[in-house]
């Protein structure tokens, strides 16, 4: 890895030369921010501590600094490190200003602009160092760097296999020992570069037209990354929008939003389970199986009201357990038991053996709609590669239909450490939604934790007449529908999104007026064309 440094900064370099652009302010309502700060209270990343660490955009390696006057913050939100050594003022002698650290702090914790606008305190590091000292010889805890979300907007750019499983080991090591979340870009074109590739952080792409981001598979065995996507021009700035959308549900775990068992609600893999859960599927996404997600979008584009939302459904063990023979049938079991809410999360254990597989079964009636009406359902399962191991425990997903026990819907990577079931037309009825482990003699560990979120929803239209006026409305959860109009329904039918005013938010309501003049007769909704 002698060329690291060169690799960084390469990167970085050609982001500056091009003049790479902030993400604009009506970004915020893509991604949800401005929905939850609407509904939430003082969701802001407040008290997070977060770390930014920025490769050098200058040939002499110091352009990589936060000046805390160009971004309106106060001097001692931050600490700049380098070299092993830290400093608390600015200026300081160890880097100077870089137009690229205020670009990515725009869209993640600057108060104008941000997502996460009350962080505790950012800790700014030199890329190279960040990693080939601090991160390498574990020195951050000894410099206090004790970040709960780093924000990576650099790559180490195309590697050999052998050198992107040592990145990603670094990375993944660190991670599961100190309950670091990594969130870094995917790059700007290409396969999907390191350290975005590691197994137990978030990679992040780029959407949107225009925009530039690398897809997956993995050049290494095929896994899927980028993980999620978020609205920018290019990676370095749609990564810091999942980073302080982290911050925001780690702060509201922390603070009971999830529920009394708040260990649980921050750890890394809840938070990516609900991040990646969350998201709104554009409407070309699809997965190939057995890959759980979209090699263009992850899972989506990022939402994080509807990641909030689904944290604060709370946490729901699973109702049975059950230890069956190795590659056997595993169809549900006789129960009448069922998780209360058809939203929400669990971060649990599954645990098989030298000789038996293990499944940990959820139950739910999505039956409570209108009669007819049909559910979409979204589930993620998400646990961590362990420190100082090459492989990961091989999991799986799997949703079965309890009244004929067929198989609905599966999710079975056997490289990917997320599965991901995307349904989107449910028919209403009971299912039992399985998190299986496989036993035998290749099993890293026998006790797996591992994060599940789900979503099933069924969302309806409202029409109410008031005088010569309509009113439409749904509900505001999950958040990501439009309205779609057509004048008739003689095929081909012409379905237009565009001639609605925006929606106002009432009681937990989305409300659309529609004017007399508006040549819509019948409505819809519909998932976002962006």
């Not at 090699?295 to 059950?322: C, D, I, P, Q």
């Not at 492989?391 to 599966?410: D, P, Q």
């Not at 005088?467 to 439409?472: A, D, E, R, S």
């Amino acid at each position: 890895m002698n060329n690291l440094r060169k690799r960084l900064f390469v990167f970085i370099s050609i982001c500056a030369a091009f003049g790479c652009a902030p993400a604009q302010g009506q970004d915020l309502g893509m991604i949800g921010v401005n929905l939850l700060r609407e509904v939430g209270t003082n969701l802001n990343g407040s008290g997070i501590r977060v770390g930014q660490p920025e490769a050098a955009e200058d040939t002499n390696g110091i352009m990589w600094e936060i000046n805390p006057t160009t971004v309106s913050e106060p001097t001692n939100l931050f600490t700049w490190y380098s070299n092993g050594v830290s400093s608390a003022t600015y200026p300081n002698s160890l880097g100077q200003e870089s137009g690229h650290a205020y670009q990515v702090a725009y869209n993640y914790y600057i108060l104008a602009t941000g997502v996460a606008t009350n962080v505790g305190h950012v800790d700014n590091t030199e890329a190279d160092d960040y990693y080939n000292d601090y991160l390498t010889k574990s020195k951050l805890l000894a410099l206090n760097i004790t970040d709960l979300v780093v924000n990576q907007s650099f790559t180490f750019g195309s590697l050999s296999t052998t050198d992107q499983e040592t990145v990603d080991s670094v990375y993944d090591n660190y991670s599961a020992q100190y309950r670091m979340l990594f969130v870094s870009g995917a790059n700007n074109g290409g396969p999907v570069c390191a350290p975005a590739t590691s197994y137990n952080g978030i990679g992040v792409g780029a959407f949107g037209a225009g925009s530039s981001s690398s897809v997956g598979p993995t050049v290494d065995n095929g896994r899927c990354k980028p993980d999620i996507t978020a609205p920018a021009p290019e990676t370095s700035f749609s990564t810091p929008q999942v980073a302080g959308a982290a911050a925001i549900l780690i702060q509201a775990g922390l603070r009971g939003n999830g529920g009394s068992d708040t260990n649980s609600a921050v750890k890394t893999i809840t938070v990516k389970a609900l991040l990646l859960n969350g998201a709104v599927k554009p409407g070309d996404w699809s997965n190939v199986p057995p890959s759980p997600l979209d090699y263009r979008y992850g899972a989506g584009v990022l939402n994080v009201f509807n990641s909030y939302e689904e944290l604060t459904f709370g946490k729901h063990g699973y109702v049975f357990s059950s230890n069956i023979p190795m590659s056997t049938a595993h169809p549900p079991v006789m129960t009448t038991a069922s998780i209360p809410v058809l939203s929400g999360w669990d971060y649990n254990t599954n645990t098989s053996t030298s000789s038996m597989d293990a499944v940990n079964h959820y139950f739910f009636n999505a039956t409570n709609a209108t009669q007819g009406a049909a559910f979409t359902l979204a589930s993620t399962l998400v646990w961590n590669r362990h420190q100082s191991k090459t492989n990961i425990n091989n999991l799986a997903l799997y949703l079965y239909n309890t009244a004929n026990s067929n198989l609905v819907a599966s999710s079975t990577s056997v490289v990917d450490n997320v599965q991901h079931i995307f349904v989107p037309q449910l028919a209403q009825g009971r299912y039992d939604l399985q998190v299986w482990k496989a036993g035998g003699g290749n099993i890293v560990t026998t006790n797996e934790p591992y994060a599940l979120a789900w979503q099933i929803t069924s969302t309806s239209l409202n029409i109410v007449r008031s005088g010569t006026n309509l009113f439409l409305s749904w509900p505001v959860y999950p958040a990501g529908f439009t309205v779609a109009g057509a004048p008739s329904l003689n095929s081909p039918i012409s379905w237009n999104t565009n001639n609605f005013f925006a929606p106002a938010y009432t009681n937990n309501q989305n409300i659309v007026w529609l004017s007399p003049a508006n040549s819509a007769q019948f409505f819809r909704l519909q998932m976002p064309d962006f």
